[in-house]
């Protein structure tokens, strides 16, 4: 895969982390004839079909002239019940196979008990030294609640991310990829790892294009960095965001208020992984001088997540006093509407964070302008169904 080791000007082009992945499940099916990859019935809605390239579906019944992608030995696994998926899928691996499950992000805590039970397996295997080790139990999330497609409010739902976080076991890993890059760094980290859980979570739309490949492997060793093209020395305010939009949002109200106030100095940092209790991987994780290094010991810190922001909170409260810090993120709020509407249903649009970073800036001159470019939106969406142009 031919991935950029320089990014002359960020944010100009889009590309799919989606597309990306899939290039990556077609990969590792050409190198490993055991990996299997299992989806509901979704593979291609949500632009992963470049698997079929290395294996078609697995079909035992008549196969019609019609019919694609379908064979009697195919690994690409597709059948609409998520339980029986992951059950087929968590013992493939403990029989020592390799494999992957994909599902839209609403239905993925459909698994969360069979989840609980795999990582029960895995904390008393880890302590019989007789056990051989058990490769990684991957996930990719995606159709996420900030680009639903339309189907509403019934599609929005990133549960699965808080569950997983609260495990005190500490065998699952969390990733946020910002791009396309990052989603392949991603991958590129959990096909690596033993005996746990990761769960990378992406949108299926082009998003931004922000960072290279060495940046984004550089990401993964402590879980976050700083993104210096969009950042200044000696900063009033530190930003954060962990998700591809949610960092696309966040980059998008820098601009919106440096706009404003020019003389304003922000740091942004990227958070590209979470684990219990930390930022960063079970085995990297982000330690509290770093955290201090990255966020400073006394600035403000806004962070646009793209799950729950109890579950960022609990997490930050380990490194920081939590009254210099505000968390935006999924407030289970939603309808059939548009995707900057959606976002600023749960207080997480670009117009939101900028009113957020002026404020903690001490800068309240711009609230209800922004408060008003939200409210005609919403006006427009509800009408003709499209946001403004922004």
Request: proline share 5%.
């Amino acid at each position: 895969m031919n991935l950029p080791t320089r990014i002359d000007n960020p944010g100009a082009e889009e590309y799919s982390s989606a597309l990306a992945l899939g290039e990556c499940l077609r990969e590792q099916m050409y190198q490993d004839p055991d990996f299997y990859f299992f989806s509901p019935d979704e593979t291609t809605s949500n632009k992963l079909a470049t698997v079929f390239e290395a294996s078609n579906r697995a079909w035992g019944g008549k196969i019609e002239p019609w019919d694609k992608n379908l064979a009697r030995d195919g690994r690409v696994i597709e059948m609409l019940s998520e339980n029986t998926l992951f059950a087929v899928l968590a013992g493939h691996i403990l029989s020592g196979g390799s494999g992957c499950m994909t599902s839209y992000e609403s239905f993925f805590p459909i698994v969360s008990s069979q989840l609980d039970q795999h990582l029960k397996f895995l904390k008393q295997s880890n302590a019989c030294d007789w056990r051989p080790d058990v490769k990684p139990l991957n996930l990719l999330s995606t159709s996420c609640w900030q680009r639903q497609d339309h189907n509403g409010y019934t599609h929005q739902n990133p549960a699965l991310i808080s569950s997983l976080l609260a495990k005190p076991s500490n065998l699952v890993n969390c990733f946020f990829p910002a791009d396309d890059v990052s989603a392949v760094a991603a991958w590129e980290y959990m096909m690596q790892t033993k005996n746990v859980v990761n769960l990378t979570t992406f949108n299926k739309n082009p998003q931004p294009r922000w960072i290279d490949i060495n940046h984004a492997r550089f990401q993964l060793e402590q879980g976050c960095s700083i993104y210096q093209f969009a950042s200044d020395n000696n900063p009033d305010i530190i930003v954060a965001a962990a998700g591809d939009i949610p960092t696309t949002e966040m980059l998008a109200a820098i601009k919106i208020a440096k706009e404003k106030v020019p003389a304003l100095r922000i740091r942004f940092v990227g958070i590209a992984a979470l684990s219990y209790g930390a930022i960063g991987t079970t085995t990297n994780k982000l330690r509290p001088h770093d955290f201090d290094d990255y966020f400073t010991i006394d600035k403000p810190i806004i962070v646009n997540f793209h799950g729950y922001a109890e579950t960022m909170r609990g997490i930050l409260s380990h490194y920081t006093d939590l009254r210099r810090v505000s968390i935006h993120g999924y407030r289970d709020e939603g309808s059939t509407t548009t995707p900057l509407d959606e976002l600023a249903r749960n207080f997480c649009s670009r117009y939101h964070l900028a009113a957020d970073i002026l404020e903690r800036a001490g800068h309240y001159d711009f609230e209800n302008e922004l408060r008003n470019i939200v409210i005609e939106n919403a006006q427009h969406a509800s009408l003709t169904g499209l946001d403004e142009e922004y």
